[in-house]
């Protein structure tokens, strides 16, 4: 070999070893920087797999089943893993229970995304899963979830229902995904942290299509799902189921609670609905038919509604009085027909005159509780009317008036009372005590919600204090609720001014006044009605407040139905059967929930609204 | 040539005693190593029967056994009749190349194969042998000089004409495997002039798809600047040169709308023209050099671009990626970024025989043929690359060394010619791998999975093994 030969020779093994070496510095960069590009494989070789948790169920006080978590499958397809040659579509498309249209539509969708999981159906029953699974057709695969079922089909308005999570819920709350059931409305939102449980994972190895090859890590990162808590709730199902059978075709509310503990043993709001429509493949009309109601069933009139109290307002006008000095029981007013003032006339019903306040209570006499309003809120000591007014207006707030009482259900409502500020707004500033006069039988300015009517009662049966009213008494696992609950409210009015208001109520019941339907023998049953007036037009609305028995009362309660009537026509028969029924365990008077059944309130208001409301949709 | 190897006659007096052990034992290394490796990348757990021959590691194992037996066919053979195969296997690898241009079958966008039943043969494997052979054939002729026009224009028809009919089958990536030629051609004493304009040409083609123009030429001006100097002398009068057509060009960019590319272009061309009015006038003809080259550039980027253009779409993507243009992990990229992947999340130590996430669950595509680099860089980390580099360089050196050896041309330029594929497949194949190389369609020698390539290669790797354990034969003069 020649010079140049062996120079050549030189130069292209010297080229041969750059190139290896090249090779080797550029593996050393990769593989030396291992834990990035191992984090790469990772993230596309694994697949998670959520796995939702059977959602907490809710039993009444007496361990009954309100509501049950049953399980279903939600159906999925994956278009690209389908059999090539095709399946049986008649057998599928009957198993699933969806029609050819609606499939055909859901295989479209597939199509568009072919590797995506796309749901089909769901609320796949048990048995037609397992018989889905025996058709083993690729591609189509199921996932738990459960459904929720009612046994006694109660309290829809007052449960509330679960529904898929919105994309704006998604964004907003974290800790959900796509797909997740989410507790909507009444006690499914309010304890939705406790009843969701915790979901579980699932990981799986998956190759470039997206098929699962085996668990991941032979499955020992998987995270299990955790059930959700159990709930005891306050109400008496029972109770329940006969409130509102009573309260059916009326609108309105019926609110029990029991006077020593703030529990709510029903909770009607009227119209209701069968809360079993907003689960399974029809929910979606369901809801809209719902949604169309103008009666609104789905509005929740117990904590949401803002009634005029109208006459068993009169009860706290006579305690505020007597604390403020301007009333004693043996008081006696007279009443002729009604209570001028101002060239004006509060009118009034027939009864005995004069009478003392328990009389004056027991016949819900108007005149009586325009004077001592009157009195209460001229008090010289208070320099104006404004101020009294001011004074009256911390008395009614101590009862749970005018603002949210804190009970465990989210969007209650405060109802309203007026203070001397919304009177300047309203008047100008030029008004006097004539002006406020409507508030003293509880017309005007005043709204409250049925529950706080309730808790009105609750507080006369306690003679002066309440606990905040709220629907779950138990959690799974826990041995008390929140603190809030087993916490006393007094009112500003002390105890012994209650006594002579408690006996003017049992009077009303048991000797002679408004409420003598309510009578129980040998529950000391005490009432008031209270009939509010509205729009002239309508009938008046019908409540009664109620608790029952006199001492160591066991149910408080206020029933208030819609363009009802007069207070004792027809709210003073329901509170007395569901008194009945909670106290004796029976119904011993068939006639009287004849006479509830046959009753029949005039909704032409609502009737008028819904013929506009269609006739604009359908236009 | 190589002092302190020289073996007594006595140690190589039978044929086998003569054949290089070192090559022998690093082909076979890589034959099993490449084995195990499809064996992972073709495994199937699932699959009841480990031997059933339709996995694909136990159809590469026939095929072992099948190259065995020709290994040992031709390590029996005259080393005389490779010199007399010579033209005419040539002419029939043309003929196959041919053939399958016209009734192959077309696989991947490539009409290069032929299908015998279940097994699928691509001709352009054997060409290779062919072409290696016949280059040899006529390098080693008496009266041959490379240096001579004439005989450039032979070697070069030889390497044309497969490489046209490949590029006519629309397998452009392994066409270019005949460019190792070069590397031959480089040995055998290529004048400059060749070789230094194909490089030049290479060079500027990559350097034209990554940067701007202005960019290149203003470097190229420094470069040249700074060659004039080292040449000549005069640091401050190149600066000034090189200063003055850069500040012609920036006024010139600023006071009319030209770009900066068209002003850098006028005012070199401005400046070209003085200066070779210069070269005349002072007769420093080495000056010439960089002028040409200059004006060369200033020809070939821009048509570059053009040509450019003119590529095949999935071609055109290959380049950019390659480059760096894009970072593409979905569509034609999607091969190289998992690619990476696999071999990066090996490690040092990889993640254990059969246990690569990336290769098993098919997210690297073509892991058992062209990526099976990967399933070796997930499984066996940098130690396991590392040995297969290392084996494949000592392999490449080796037919070198045994190139040297052999005394004469015929056999130095087969082995050359052999090294010089190898070294173009492994610089392909692994670069690909590892994101240095555009995507090409050509196989890991001897470790991927496929038969033609691994019997094409067995044979080449064998003749020149043979070749050289005739090295002390005594009946050398043949053809002298």
């Not at chain 1, 990769?30 to 984090?39: K, M, P």
């Not at chain 1, 029991?258 to 493949?281: A, F, H």
């Not at chain 2, 003085?274 to 006038?281: I, R």
């Amino acid at each position: 070999m020649n010079n140049r030969g062996r120079l050549y020779y030189n130069i292209l093994r010297t080229i041969v070893v750059a190139v290896g070496v090249v090779l080797l510095s550029r593996l050393m960069w990769l593989q030396f920087n291992a834990e990035e590009y191992r984090e790469r494989a990772r993230a596309h070789s694994i697949e998670s797999v959520v796995e939702f948790p059977m959602r907490g169920e809710v039993l009444d006080r007496n361990g009954e089943y309100i509501v049950k978590s049953r399980s279903c499958y939600d159906v999925m397809i994956v278009y690209n893993d389908l059999p090539k040659e095709g399946f049986d579509t008649t057998r599928l498309i009957s198993l699933l229970d969806v029609t050819p249209e609606k499939f055909e539509k859901s295989l479209r969708e597939a199509r568009q995304s072919p590797r995506a999981s796309i749901l089909v159906a769901g609320y796949l029953s048990q048995d037609n899963k397992l018989r889905l699974d025996e058709m083993n057709i690729t591609g189509i695969t199921t996932r738990y979830r459960t459904a929720r079922e009612y046994p006694r089909k109660v309290g829809g308005n007052l449960l509330g229902y679960v529904s898929e999570v919105s994309k704006e819920q998604v964004d907003k709350l974290h800790n959900y995904v796509a797909g997740e059931y989410i507790g909507t409305n009444g006690l499914e939102s309010a304890y939705e942290d406790l009843l969701r449980g915790k979901k579980g994972v699932k990981y799986y190895s998956i190759d470039v299509h997206r098929a699962i090859v085996g668990p991941y890590n032979e499955g020992k990162d998987d995270i299990q799902p955790e059930r959700g808590l159990q709930l005891i709730s306050t109400i008496d199902v029972r109770l329940q189921e006969f409130a509102e059978e009573l309260m059916e075709g009326m609108i309105g509310s019926v609110v029990a609670i029991e006077p020593s503990t703030g529990e709510i043993l029903v909770m009607v709001s009227s119209p209701s609905y069968n809360p079993d429509l907003l689960v399974g493949r029809q929910r979606g009309n369901n809801y809209m038919d719902l949604l169309h109601d103008q009666r609104n069933p789905q509005f929740n009139r117990s904590v949401k509604a803002k009634y005029p109290p109208g006459s068993t307002f009169k009860l706290v006008q006579g305690l505020i009085a007597m604390q403020e000095g301007v009333l004693t029981p043996n008081m006696r007013y007279s009443c002729n027909m009604g209570y001028k003032y101002g060239g004006r006339i509060m009118k009034c019903h027939a009864h005995a005159s004069p009478l003392d306040l328990r009389d004056a209570v027991a016949q819900s006499c108007n005149a009586y509780f325009c004077q001592v309003f009157k009195d209460m809120i001229t008090n010289p000591k208070y320099g104006s009317v404004k101020e009294g007014v001011r004074v009256w207006n911390d008395y009614v707030y101590s009862f749970g008036f005018g603002r949210q009482l804190g009970t465990d259900l989210y969007g209650e409502g405060a109802g309203n009372v007026p203070t001397p500020e919304d009177y300047d707004k309203r008047y100008n500033g030029r008004w006097n005590y004539g002006t406020v006069l409507s508030c003293s039988i509880g017309q005007g300015e005043m709204g409250c919600t049925p529950l706080q009517m309730a808790n009105l009662a609750a507080i006369i049966a306690n003679r002066g204090y309440y606990y905040t009213p709220h629907l779950v008494k138990g959690i799974e696992g826990r041995d008390s609720i929140d603190a809030r609950f087993y916490e006393r409210h007094y009112t500003m009015v002390d105890s012994i001014h209650y006594v002579p208001i408690v006996e003017g109520m049992w009077r009303s019941v048991n000797v002679s006044g408004t409420s003598r339907t309510a009578y129980l023998p040998g529950w000391d049953v005490c009432g008031k009605t209270g009939t509010a007036e509205n729009n002239k037009k309508y009938a008046d609305h019908s409540t009664f407040l109620s608790f029952a028995p006199k001492d160591n009362p066991k149910i408080a309660i206020s029933v208030y139905v819609e363009h009802g009537g007069f207070g004792s026509a027809i709210a003073v028969p329901i509170a007395s059967l569901i008194e009945e029924m909670y106290l004796t365990g029976k119904v011993e008077r068939p006639q009287l929930v004849e006479r509830v059944k046959n009753a029949k309130p005039n909704y032409r208001l609502y009737d008028e609204k819904q013929r506009k409301y269609d006739a604009q949709r359908n236009k | 040539m190589i002092s302190g190897y020289n073996i007594s006659s006595k140690q190589r007096n039978s044929l086998f005693g003569k054949v290089d052990m070192v090559a022998m034992f690093l082909y076979i290394a890589i034959v099993l190593i490449g084995l195990v490796t499809i064996t992972s990348a073709s495994y199937d757990p699932e699959s009841d029967n480990f031997f059933s021959l339709s996995h694909n590691y136990m159809k590469q194992a026939l095929w072992i056994g099948i190259s065995a037996v020709v290994v040992v066919v031709v390590l029996l053979l005259d080393r005389r009749l490779f010199h007399m195969f010579a033209i005419p296997s040539y002419v029939v690898g043309v003929g196959l190349l041919i053939a399958a241009l016209l009734f192959g079958r077309e696989v991947n966008g490539a009409k290069a194969w032929f299908e015998f039943g279940g097994f699928r043969v691509q001709p352009v494997e054997f060409a290779k042998i062919a072409t290696a052979l016949m280059m040899a054939r006529v390098m080693s002729d008496y009266s041959f000089n490379i240096k001579r026009p004439i005989d450039l224009i032979k070697v070069g028809a030889v390497i044309m004409l497969p490489f046209s009919i490949i590029v006519l089958q629309n397998d452009t990536g392994s066409g270019l495997v005949l460019g190792a030629f070069i590397f031959v051609f480089f040995r055998e004493g290529l004048s400059k002039y060749i070789y230094f304009p194909v490089i030049y040409t290479a060079f500027l083609f990559i350097v034209a798809l990554i940067f701007e123009p202005v960019v290149i030429f203003t470097v190229l001006l420094l470069l040249f600047a700074g060659y004039s100097y080292l040449k000549h002398g005069a640091f401050i009068g190149h600066l000034r040169f090189v200063l003055i057509i850069l500040l012609a060009s920036i006024l010139l960019a600023a006071f009319t709308s030209m770009s900066g590319y068209m002003a850098l272009m006028i005012s070199s061309l401005l400046a070209i023209v003085v200066l070779l009015f210069f070269v005349f006038k002072t007769h420093t003809l080495s000056l010439l050099w960089p002028i040409v080259l200059f004006v060369y550039a200033m020809i070939f980027v821009p048509t570059s671009d053009y040509l450019f253009t003119k590529l095949e779409p999935h071609q055109q993507n290959r380049i950019r990626i390659f480059v760096g243009m894009v970072e593409d992990t979905q569509d034609m990229g999607y091969n190289v970024y998992q690619s990476k992947i696999a071999i990066g999340s090996g490690g040092l130590v990889g993640k254990g025989y059969l246990e690569g996430t990336q290769t098993r669950f098919n997210f690297v595509p073509e892991k058992h043929t062209d990526f099976i680099f990967c399933v070796m860089g997930e499984e066996w980390g940098f130690i396991g690359c590392f040995v297969v580099v290392a084996l494949y360089i000592a392999l490449i050196l080796r037919l070198m060394r045994m190139g040297e050896r052999i005394k004469e041309p015929f056999g130095r330029v087969y082995c050359y010619s052999v090294a010089a594929m190898l070294l173009l497949h492994v610089i392909v194949n692994i670069g690909m791998t590892i994101g240095l190389m555009p995507v090409m369609g050509i196989p890991l020698p001897l470790m991927s999975y496929g038969g033609s390539s691994l019997l094409a290669f067995s044979l080449l790797i064998m003749i020149a093994v043979r070749l050289d354990a005739s090295t002390s034969d005594n009946d050398m003069s043949m053809g002298v």
